[in-house]
């Protein structure tokens, strides 16, 4: 249960964390390096267990641990509890998976009233020993004996007071004296007990408290959000104290072997002169960056400098170090795994490839999925703190700050004048999309991760927070209040979309590198967080077996895809076409139609302008597939309610204002996302699915003569039953005839249907009889499986998740029980009457790395997500073909 460290020998190595805790097995490995840490022992992870079950330590464990000690009394050449010149520990905590700062650490272990005398002796400095015994009393206090930590910082703030001094640096010895007096008659009147003053008592308690330390609350709920179990408990470290302030010739530091920010391979770190750990971190004197150690601690810099190298080529990463130096001596306090912002990852990643430390796989490996979507986006400057006014969903990451408006028409003529804008809304629909397209970003007080302005914000690569409960918005006096604050129109605001945070004011932020070079306005040897990238996404490439594909509905948003590496486009929402300019008039024209007639000659105006639409994407794309999907959301979705707008559109279809009125009262609906869409409105005015399949035919054809290789798959929205598919099939088939025919040039082209309702899924094998492909809509299908509104769920998921009924938002995270289950039977049953049968997904699941992974393993041949989250999923696909080391596909086909 217990092995020995430091002093030339140990009884561990790197590979036992299992077994001692990281911190230990470092230790252990340290030693084994020759590299020089203090002496001391682990107490394995095993004894905590044992203790948290049966109340008592291990039987054996006291006589191992006077073993241990005895002879770490010898290697350090002091003795526990000597009045002359005493040995003292720290107890420090240290779990297999790195806890950072979750559990308890005790210092200064071994002092005493009489110990002191000897520590001020043999230092020749009684302030400092004065000034350990303090601060181990209130640790000890706090730690093992439950004194609240308050109580002993009255008495220190007490005595700074009759002192008169403003920091605890200036109380003299005489003062540290009184006050360590004064802690141990608080711990009396506290406990009804003297403070121990048997240094193997005070060994005990620490190592008991240590133990305990592992079931504190947040230890409990940094293991549940870390995925840790609660199995493991924690490692006790005994180690034999060296002090760092002990002189001008003494000092302490942390230090990383890269830069942790940029990735850049350089020594990076602060330390301070005549200092312990504790002081480097509380900020209360600044630090020295780790350079000017060269000039101060000329000897134990060599060997500093040395002995990260030499630590960061043995583990072959990137390490984070703690160091001491005593009277001109160095030691290792620490090592581990450093952690590193997304740039750093990548670039470290890159570098240690080409430095031959790693290879191209474990590379990969270490670039963290959801960490790259940091480097696409802005975010807001670490070195900013400010308090949020509000919190809502984080839809879509960034940060952006901008005046606050509350309707489309304003932010798109401020954003005009030149200003920024951010859009405050309760919800947005598509008629707010030039206004979600001229700002900044987009804050909603209702909706969830799925609701319009998330789903279209994720699409832009545009910083949302939706769902912020908190933001009432009054749109009668432009305004919106939360958390106390009142924001006017005008007033700048500023949103962080990757914590959800709404702040007050213009916070400073920083553009992301990536985004610059991707939208051509960086060159990319200028760009070195871009070329790391892109190699790293290079090698993800070469080991994923599912393919990425994206969401885009514009030519840009197609270049954009095409330069994150999209191999085609899963899902172009034709809907959002008919936004741009002034199209909606000629859309609108169409739906008030009241005969056929009326419609086509509409639908007549939209053609072009689809086609010309389709023939950027094409291009954009050539070489790789495009999935079009045709028209889906309800109809009144396109129609203004009321005021302005209505009456200039009254005016210009040539109607009078109470006839358009009826007419868009009709198409009014209780549940529309349940009724008149999808593939229901191509079967009510087949004339739509005509006019937009001629629009992509005649598109096709034209690129295909211009020389371009083009895939057009069309794809019907909402199919419930095979039925429907085939009433739509035939149109577009009959329509492809046609064009083909007429300009005389064949397309290759595939006609399949969206999977986004139980029923569809629960027939895919009819369905697939006819469609040629399927891809998931997992968001509608989400929404359909838990009977879950994706537009108004927002409003309690969030309770949902905090009583722990769900795990995570579904529309998020796919319900891999529930939807996923669907979705496997579906793709099973469906490759059952078409082998061959191509599947996708295509809902925002498709970018999420979780849900990623899944779909690897269920036989999903590709994802497809907004342009933005791309390179998320590339990564995410390429840790799960490196998890099981087989390509996915092979694992479901089996499993049936
Ligand atoms: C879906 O439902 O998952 C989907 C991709 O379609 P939309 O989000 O446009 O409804
Ligand atoms: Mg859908």
Redesign the pocket.
């Given at each position: 249960m217990v092995y020995a460290f430091g002093g030339g020998a140990a009884e561990g190595t790197k590979d036992m964390k299992a077994v001692l805790g990281g911190k230990g097995a470092n230790l252990a490995e340290m030693t084994n390096l020759g590299v020089p840490v203090p002496p001391g022992f682990t107490i394995a992870c095993a004894a905590c267990v044992e203790y948290l079950r049966g109340g008592a330590p291990p039987s054996g464990l006291r006589d191992e641990v006077a073993r241990a000690l005895a002879r770490l009394e010898e290697t350090a050449g002091r003795r526990f509890g000597d009045p002359t010149d005493p040995l003292l520990v720290s107890v420090r905590s240290g779990a297999a998976v790195s806890m950072p700062g979750m559990m308890e650490t005790i210092l200064n272990l071994g002092l005493n009233d009489r110990t002191v005398q000897g520590l001020a002796r043999h230092s020749g400095n009684a302030r400092f020993a004065f000034d350990s015994y303090r601060r181990f009393l209130q640790m000890y206090g706090d730690v093992v004996l439950g004194v609240p930590v308050a109580r002993f910082e009255q008495l220190l703030g007490a005595k700074r007071l009759t002192e008169g001094v403003a920091t605890d640096a200036e109380l003299s010895e005489g003062a540290l004296r009184t006050l360590s007096e004064e802690y141990k008659a608080l711990v009396r009147n506290a406990t009804g007990r003297e403070f121990p003053m048997d240094p193997r008592e005070q060994l005990w308690g620490a190592i008991e408290a240590v133990w305990r330390s592992w079931t504190l609350k947040k230890a409990v709920d940094y293991r549940r959000v870390n995925g840790i179990p609660d199995t493991l408990g924690t490692g006790v470290n005994v180690v034999a104290m060296v002090f760092g302030n002990m002189g001008d010739d003494s000092g302490t530091g942390v230090a990383f072997t890269r830069d942790p920010s940029t990735g850049e391979r350089r020594f990076y770190g602060e330390f301070l002169v005549n200092a312990q750990g504790e002081d480097v971190v509380a900020g209360i004197r600044t630090p020295l960056r780790i350079e000017e150690m060269a000039e101060r601690l000329p000897g134990a810099y060599a060997e500093l400098l040395e002995t990260q190298q030499r630590l960061e080529a043995h583990f072959r990463e990137m390490q984070d170090i703690e160091f001491t130096v005593e009277r001109g001596r160095l030691y290792l306090l620490q090592t581990r795994t450093g952690k590193r912002a997304a740039a750093a990852a990548v670039r470290i990643a890159d570098e240690m490839v080409r430095e031959g430390l790693i290879d191209r796989a474990e590379a990969v490996r270490r670039v963290v999925p959801a960490q790259v979507d940091q480097l696409l986006h802005p975010v807001i400057d670490s070195a900013v703190r400010a308090t949020p006014i509000a919190g809502g969903l984080p839809a879509s990451p960034g940060a952006a700050s901008g005046r606050a408006v509350f309707d489309p028409d304003t932010a798109e003529k401020r954003a005009a004048g030149g200003e920024a804008v951010i859009l405050v809304r309760e919800e947005t629909t598509p008629e707010d999309f030039h206004g979600m397209v001229a700002a900044r970003a987009i804050l909603t007080s209702r909706g969830g991760m799925?609701s319009h302005a998330a789903?279209v914000a994720r699409g832009m690569g545009k910083c949302a927070v939706v769902g912020a409960k908190e933001v009432h918005v009054d749109h009668e006096r432009r305004r919106f209040s939360a958390g106390g604050a009142t924001v006017a129109e005008g007033d700048w605001i500023t949103l962080d979309g990757a914590s959800g945070q709404v702040y007050a004011g213009d916070l400073p932020t920083v553009p992301s590198e990536i985004v610059r070079v991707v939208g051509g306005q960086l060159m990319a040897d200028r760009a070195p967080t871009y070329r790391a990238f892109s190699r790293v996404l290079g090698w993800a490439d070469e080991v994923r077996s599912l393919k990425v594909r994206a969401?885009a509905d514009t030519p840009r948003d197609a270049r954009m895809a095409r330069a994150f590496g999209a191999e085609g486009i899963g899902?172009c929402?034709t809907e959002h076409m008919f936004f741009e300019g002034d199209r909606i008039t000629a859309m609108r024209e169409m739906i008030v139609a009241r005969e056929e007639g009326g419609r086509r000659r509409a639908l007549a105006k939209l053609l072009p302008m689809q086609r010309a639409d389709f023939e950027g994407i094409f291009e954009a794309m050539r070489g790789f597939p495009v999935t079009i999907?045709l028209l889906?959301?309800p109809l009144h979705e396109f129609l203004p309610h009321g005021g302005e707008e209505s009456k200039l559109l009254a005016r210009t279809l040539g109607m009078g204002r109470d006839e358009l009125h009826r007419i868009v009262d009709d198409l009014r609906e209780a549940n529309p996302m349940l009724g008149h869409r999808g593939c229901r409105l191509g079967i009510t005015y087949p004339e739509i699915t005509e006019m937009q399949s001629r629009a992509i035919f005649e598109a096709a054809v034209r690129s295909s003569r211009r020389g371009h290789d083009v895939r057009p798959e069309i794809m019907i929205?909402?199919v419930a039953t095979v039925k429907e598919f085939e009433h739509q099939a035939a149109i577009i088939r009959k329509v492809a005839d046609d064009v083909m025919g007429a300009m005389g040039e064949p397309v290759p082209y595939l006609v399949g249907t969206?999977i986004?309702l139980p029923r569809a899924a629960l027939t895919a094998d009819e369905i697939a009889r006819s469609a040629e492909f399927f891809?998931?809509?997992?968001?509608?299908?989400?929404?359909t499986v838990l009977g879950l509104s994706?537009d108004d769920a927002g409003r309690f998921l969030g309770a949902y998740i905090e009583k722990g009924i769900f795990e995570e938002d579904p529309f998020q995270v796919l319900d891999q029980d529930g939807v996923g289950k669907i979705v496997r039977r579906a793709i099973f049953d469906g490759r059952s009457t078409r082998a061959d049968l191509k599947v996708g997904v295509?809902?925002?699941?498709g970018g999420e790395p979780k849900s990623v992974r899944f779909f690897h393993r269920s036989g999903v041949d590709y994802v497809s997500c907004s342009p933005f989250r791309v390179p998320v999923a590339r990564l995410a696909a390429a840790h799960a073909a490196l998890d099981d080391g087989e390509p996915g596909a092979l694992s479901v086909r089996r499993e049936g």
């Open positions: 799925t789903v969401n899902l929402r999907r889906d959301p929205p909402l969206m986004e891809s998931f809509g997992t968001n509608d299908l989400t929404q994706r295509c809902g925002e699941h």
